[in-house]
């Protein structure tokens, strides 16, 4: 027994290390792909792209971990199948449940390490993701001129260079707009070339240019119109150094307390902290909003009550008025105050949106917790027996058949998600939804491999169908030799 259990155990584990390496790698592949406007062509330092990957791998583990055990079941029960190693273990005495005991051992160590994971770890590393995240979106590419193309992001300026050497430090041709108040350009430079380098602390750019002029417009911000006789002034120099503050394009770390209340980067002891003071606070304004549609409500009924005692009639009775005007009056009145109650209706509505999606999201991130961990143990179980129905082992027919259980988990639980989110699903069972639906499929395969049965045998299934097929057309013929029978 304790030898059997060893051979599944290393036959597993390998598998389930090299597909989960090679999930994790695609997921990365594609967040690069995903951002790769927002990291390329801004100068960051290899440890910062280093960091916000080593982030991303922990947020994708709740995509990679389940996959990688789905797949690695499959491959693990497939290979032990073709090479007729479960019949030898069942020639052995041992059912393939107690075969499959020790990895379901595992696996639930596994979905009890991800659910502490998802509790303690992911929403620390969700607040440095978000925030450094943040900050590379935010930063500005690197400068850098284009011949014979406009530069405009030092803030004030726009640079245009009809050539440049191979290095980029040596600018030919300048020409330089000033516009620091954000409207038209009133001072230019033009510069026959201008050598480029930063600052000791780098906090400016530092360009020395050769042999040019400037022009300046000293009246153009009094000046409402244009006016072909206004002055400029000309300098002309033979060297002259701009200094260019680059503090916009530094790389600046945001506070992370500012992200701290997000409910991605909450674990389940603040989650439920956050969730009953956003519902005190939700409560209390559907509690005013009751009130006041309660009001009036009273106000313009038939009867109100006065003083909380009696029902009185209401002042204006439009069946009571006997002239045209003061029912056209009352009319208008009334409108009046309808158009007021749903304007006050829509500015409660929305105070209280917020604090209703917040709720939502609140619940969604708690059942999340949750269903990493118990995901590991479905996919678990459906991919374990299905790789002993198929006996298929390498990386074909397994890796098929995990895609497209997987695209069907992933599916159900994306569109139960979205529906929970969009409030027109509880949020217990918009997370839980994919999880029900094919927990009923894991145990149907269960059984079916516990039987030994050919599910997935086209031998079975084609002689099925032949069988099938000679019973039919000895239906027909009997029924023609009824009908000549008859005729005869």
Request: hydrophobic share 45%; aromatic share 12%.
């Amino acid at each position: 027994m304790k030898k059997i259990h060893l051979l599944i155990l290393q036959a597993f584990i390998k598998p389930f290390l090299v597909t989960f390496f090679i999930v994790m790698f695609v997921l990365l592949m594609l967040f690069l792909f995903k951002y790769i406007d927002d990291l390329i062509g801004k100068g960051f330092q290899w440890y910062v792209i280093l960091e916000l990957l080593s982030y991303q791998s922990a947020v994708q583990l709740s995509m990679a971990l389940p996959l990688s055990m789905l797949l690695s079941s499959i491959m693990t029960f497939g290979n032990l199948g073709e090479s007729y190693e479960l019949v030898a273990i069942k020639a052995a005495g041992v059912s393939l449940r107690k075969a499959m005991t020790p990895l379901f051992v595992v696996v639930g160590l596994f979905s009890a390490g991800s659910f502490f994971f998802s509790d303690y770890i992911l929403p620390v590393v969700n607040l440095k993701m978000g925030s450094l995240l943040y900050d590379v979106r935010k930063k500005k590419a690197d400068f850098l001129v284009k011949p014979g193309v406009f530069n405009s992001t030092i803030p004030g300026y726009s640079i245009r260079a009809k050539s440049k050497n191979e290095e980029g430090t040596i600018l030919y041709d300048l020409m330089i707009y000033e516009h620091p108040s954000g409207g038209t350009a009133n001072n230019v430079i033009f510069a026959k070339e201008g050598y480029i380098q930063n600052s000791a602390d780098n906090k400016y750019m530092l360009l020395e240019l050769i042999d040019g002029v400037r022009y300046e417009d000293k009246n153009v911000e009094n000046a409402k119109r244009y006016d072909p006789r206004q002055q400029f002034t000309r300098f002309r120099f033979k060297e002259t150094t701009k200094k260019f503050d680059m503090e916009s394009f530094a790389f600046n770390q945001t506070d992370k307390d500012l992200f701290k209340d997000h409910h991605q980067m909450l674990n389940l002891r603040q989650l439920k902290h956050y969730s009953d003071s956003n519902r005190v606070a939700l409560d209390s304004i559907s509690k005013v909003n009751y009130l006041e549609g309660k009001r009036y409500i009273n106000y313009f009924s038939p009867y109100y009550h006065e003083n909380k005692s009696k029902l009185v009639p209401a002042k204006v009775n439009l069946a009571e008025l006997e002239k045209m005007t003061d029912r056209r009056s009352a009319i208008s009145n009334a409108i009046g105050q309808a158009r007021q109650i749903k304007e006050n209706a829509e500015i409660r509505k929305q105070e209280y949106l917020p604090y209703a999606d917040k709720d939502i999201k609140y619940d969604i991130e708690w059942h999340r917790k949750f269903t990493l961990a118990v995901s590991c143990l479905l996919l678990f179980g459906i991919g374990a027996p299905l790789g002993a129905i198929i006996r298929k082992g390498g990386l074909g027919l397994p890796v098929v058949m995990a895609i497209i259980f997987f695209l069907i988990y992933h599916v159900i639980a994306t569109v139960s998600e979205k529906a929970a989110k969009d409030a027109s699903l509880a949020p217990m069972w918009g997370m839980w939804m994919a999880i029900i639906v094919l927990t009923p499929l894991a145990i149907f395969l269960t059984y079916k491999s516990t039987t030994d049965s050919k599910l997935f045998d086209a031998d079975q299934y084609k002689m099925k169908l032949e069988a099938l097929w000679k019973k039919i057309v000895a239906f027909f013929n009997k029924k023609k030799q009824n009908n000549e029978l008859s005729k005869s």
